[in-house]
């Protein structure tokens, strides 16, 4: 039998987590009606899970009022050990990344909860095309060193860009990502990123929005969903092969739970506790109204051991695996989100380039993206004439001559490709669009890496491609440089 976990975690020196934390996202379904929690009473409620150990909180930026409920329970509370932990996020709008405006996104952070010092900063990004992603988690870092913030996670990030941010020297401790039976993306490319670096995982969805639970079991599919989280892990339930193949995931499950003596809840909980690279997961409660404290203590108390793991994954070898990576049900189909369809979000997003006319040439246009080369040499970072688009070879230079994530080429393929991404975006195309790239690499021992994340993002797109090993590139630590050719149909 395996060893029952212990409550705490360490993400980081002389910072435990509670392994249970109270997830506060459903105050805003609570409030979505206009009217707001009183918050004397609503910091009550968390006052109760406090006194029952559970004493580490997750909210965010658009939770509602939770950072002010927070707030309102850390006033009854010391500095010091013992004191609730109120974890929160920053989810701004894309944009350029400057020092101001970081500064007061964490700035109203400190103000709604009442502190001089945030516990955990978690910073979530839409789209990594746009590279504002990176200059705010230095800013970010550069706050975290003045003291504003503990320390610095982020939420739905994959396994490609948490390795680049780690690679271009973000000091991340957490990333937040939905795992659970449904939903085992985080315990692939993302848990060996996280064993590999040293990041933990803070685990949302894990009972699929209630899902997971005796409730369900031999129920009819449910149809006409208006609870915003119900809406959103339905859509994984039918992504992983529908309601008839989860009836004997939540069969397995039960009989699991029947076993041990406890909830299918408790079981679908510890199993992802389990998972070597998570430090705790986040149980949303509904303050005032679903509470299930005494149910979540009784996940100490049991082990799963090889005959439950067993069963389980003959389970899963009836699910289908969720597509893509962590974070991708917010970034591209299937949008497995309450709200379904966010193409129409991402398209509003502003572009990180612009698309200018080529004077006396009416049928091009010409994009640059700010490197000094440019410039110095006289070409564009892309061009499109008619239905063709022409990148230039794009080495990982942020800004004017940053030279990113040095000496990490698996890295610099991931923010190249991304800057590919913005320089079709800005003149009306996409990856998809893609037909030939080449690659150009410094060191033959990086080839599989370099090619892993070219794999990555076309996969599915597959076109026309050469790798060439050259002697060096212009540029101390660039390893990579990418061009590529796309036709829009």
Not at 23 to 29: E, K
């Amino acid at each position: 039998m395996l060893k029952s976990p212990p409550k705490t975690k360490e993400i980081a020196p002389d910072f435990e987590i509670s392994r249970i934390l109270t997830g506060l996202w459903q105050v805003a379904d609570m409030e979505k009606g206009g009217q707001t929690l009183d918050l004397k009473q609503a910091a009550n409620a968390l006052q109760e899970y406090v006194h029952a150990g559970f004493h580490t909180f997750d909210m965010a930026d658009h939770y509602g009022s939770a950072e002010l409920i927070a707030g309102e329970l850390l006033k009854r509370f010391a500095k010091g050990p013992g004191r609730p932990q109120a974890l929160t996020k920053w989810c701004p709008k894309p944009g350029p990344m400057v020092a101001k405006t970081v500064r007061a996104g964490v700035q109203e952070r400190l103000e709604r909860l009442g502190v001089e010092q945030v516990d955990l900063l978690q910073f979530h990004w839409w789209s990594f095309a746009h590279p504002g992603w990176l200059e705010a988690l230095h800013e970010l870092a550069e706050l975290r060193e003045q003291g504003w913030i503990r320390e610095l996670g982020v939420t739905n990030f994959d396994a490609a860009h948490l390795h680049l941010a780690l690679a271009d020297g973000i000091p991340l401790r957490t990333n937040q990502v939905s795992c659970s039976l449904v939903d085992r993306r985080a315990t692939e490319a993302l848990n060996d990123v996280c064993l590999g670096q040293g990041v933990q995982l803070l685990a949302y969805g894990t009972l699929c929005g209630g899902f997971l639970s005796e409730r369900w079991l031999g129920q009819p599919e449910p149809l006409g969903l208006k609870d915003w989280s119900k809406m959103k892990y339905k859509r994984f339930v039918d992504a992983a092969g529908g309601w008839e193949v989860f009836q004997g995931l939540l069969r397995a499950t039960h009989a699991i739970a029947q076993k041990h003596e406890v909830s299918v809840a408790n079981v679908a909980t510890r199993w992802v506790l389990d998972q070597p690279s998570v430090a705790g997961v986040i149980i949303g409660a509904r303050l005032g109204e679903s509470e299930h404290r005494q149910d979540n203590a009784r996940l100490f108390e049991f082990a799963l051991d090889q005959e439950d793991l067993l069963a389980l994954d003959e389970a899963f070898s009836q699910t289908s695996p969720i597509p893509g990576d962590c974070g991708d049900e917010y970034r591209q189909p299937p949008f497995l989100t309450a709200s379904g369809d966010l193409s129409h979000h991402l398209n509003e997003m502003p572009k990180a380039l612009q698309a200018a006319a080529v004077p006396g040439r009416p049928d091009q246009q010409r994009v640059l993206s700010g490197s000094e080369w440019e410039s110095i040499a006289g070409y564009c970072r892309a061009q499109r004439t008619g239905n063709r688009i022409l990148v230039s070879g794009t080495t990982a230079t942020a800004g004017l001559s940053r030279v990113v994530a040095p000496g990490d080429a698996a890295a610099q393929t991931t923010f190249i490709l991304d800057k590919i991404a913005s320089a079709l975006q800005a003149l009306g195309g996409t990856l998809e669009d893609v037909v030939r790239t080449r690659v150009y690499l410094v060191n033959p021992s990086d080839a599989l890496a370099v090619s892993q994340a070219h794999g990555r993002v076309f996969g599915a797109i597959m076109p026309a491609n050469t790798l060439v090993v050259v002697g060096a590139l212009i540029g101390e630590g660039y390893l990579v440089e990418i061009e590529a050719e796309a036709l829009l149909r």
